[in-house]
């Protein structure tokens, strides 16, 4: 059995057709040069693979929900609209990414596309998180050789 179905990547209305309803989002993406977005555990537990899922909240604005892209099958993205670290530079670096870089955030980057997104979905709204929201919040993305104070500072 195949599915076929449009969601937004990107920005970008995508037509996904004859693919497997267990390919995931995580598979997808990288088979499509996505490839930021990286595959860890590829079960749930490392984060590496984390992208953002567009919502609304409870007044209407768009905000952004981090997923774990290994976890979700691709067909259960019908209609949604997903943001990857591709999609989060507009011609220039983020001030996520920026802040990144500025505060040695970052070393072999393996977890660093996920980290962002992780980060964007607590800091959207100008919110201003303390620390230890910061280091709440990116609990579920594993970091094996920056160390998270750095990742905190940025
Ligand atoms: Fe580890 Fe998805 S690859 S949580
Ligand atoms: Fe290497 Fe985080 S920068 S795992």
Redesign the pocket.
């Known amino acids: 059995m195949t599915s076929t179905f449009d969601f937004t990547l990107n920005g970008q209305r995508v037509q996904v057709e004859n693919i497997s309803p267990n390919t995931t989002l995580l598979e997808y993406l990288r088979a499509n040069k996505l490839t930021g977005t990286k595959e860890g555990c590829a079960e749930g537990d490392c984060g590496a693979c984390s992208v953002a899922m567009v919502e609304q909240n409870s007044n209407g604005k768009n905000c952004f929900r981090a997923i774990n892209s290994c976890l979700v099958p691709l067909p259960l993205l019908a209609g949604r609209n997903v943001v990857t670290v591709e999609g989060v530079a507009n011609g220039e670096l983020h001030a996520t990414q920026r802040a990144m870089v500025e505060n040695f955030g ?7 596309p996920g980290m962002l997104l992780t980060a964007q979905e607590l800091l959207a709204d100008g919110n201003t998180p303390s620390r230890e929201e910061i280091r709440e919040h990116i609990s579920g993305n594993y ?4 160390g998270y104070h750095a990742i905190v500072d940025a």
């Open positions: 970052s070393q072999c980057g393996y977890c660093t970091c094996r050789c920056t």
